[in-house]
């Protein structure tokens, strides 16, 4: 599909998520539509990230809980590196990973979105570690960094709470396949960008780097966002802190 350019977001991620189900590349969970679509090749798309020089230095990694991504927080798991990962929708903020408190035999488990929590310890804002790497899901990508979420703005939203925490910017990576990398589609300012992209079968490094640094829009947000997602309450509260 890298011949493909879309004026809209909407187009974009409609079409990779038919394209994926066409090719009969799609995997559990169904259906793939309003997801950050799992692929047949995750594992080995989690590979190939994971050998980038980036992650063999790396202490903590900030991983989204989508399917295609578990092998990703398995194989940190497995080489000892802490996984940092928000629970769904931000509704119950973040929690940790530590392959020092997980047996290893439970890593695949740990590594789910539902035995996560099991595994998990969570953690208050004050308590998040550094963070090395970002590890996000995409729907689609293009070779120029650009990416493509489900559209609710989650991914980004958790980057700028790690700004507006200290942490500096730090490269982006994502896990797709093939088929979800585009030429072209609208970014936003707010949208962040990826560094390095891994495929089934290739490991794209986006040079320069487009690191962004972005901080909480907070007039943005919806009229129920402290609402729905009680961490950013937690945040505004430490902000407010701070500056006292």
């Known amino acids: 599909m890298s011949e493909h350019c879309f004026d809209d977001k909407a187009t974009a991620r409609a079409a990779v998520w038919q394209a994926l189900a066409d090719q009969k590349v799609a995997r559990f969970p169904f259906p793939i539509k309003g997801r950050i679509p799992n692929f047949a090749g995750a594992d080995a798309a989690a590979a190939h990230l994971l050998s980038h020089p980036l992650f063999g230095a790396a202490r903590c990694v900030k991983v989204n809980p989508d399917s295609p991504q578990r092998y990703v927080r398995k194989g940190l798991l497995e080489r000892g590196i802490a996984v940092v990962t928000p629970t769904p929708r931000l509704r119950g903020g973040f929690y940790l990973l530590d392959p020092e408190r997980i047996p290893t035999g439970n890593h695949w488990d740990a590594a789910s979105m539902k035995m996560g929590g099991r595994f998990g310890e969570p953690l208050a804002l004050d308590q998040l570690p550094h963070i090395d790497l970002v590890v996000m899901g995409s729907v689609a990508v293009t070779r120029e960094g650009k ?14 709470i790690l700004h507006e925490l200290g942490n500096e910017a730090v490269p982006v990576a994502t896990t797709v396949h093939e088929l979800q990398i585009l030429e072209s589609f609208p970014m936003l300012a707010h949208d962040v960008a990826v560094s390095i992209i891994a495929t089934p079968h290739e490991l794209i490094e986006v040079l320069p780097p487009p690191l962004t640094v972005l901080g909480i829009d907070w007039d943005a947000l919806p009229a129920d966002a402290f609402e729905q997602m009680p ?10 802190h701070r500056r006292s």
């Open 231 to 240: 961490v950013l309450r937690e945040l505004r509260e430490l902000e407010r």
């Open 147 to 160: 990416r493509l979420g489900k559209g609710h703005g989650y991914a980004d939203l958790e980057y700028a």
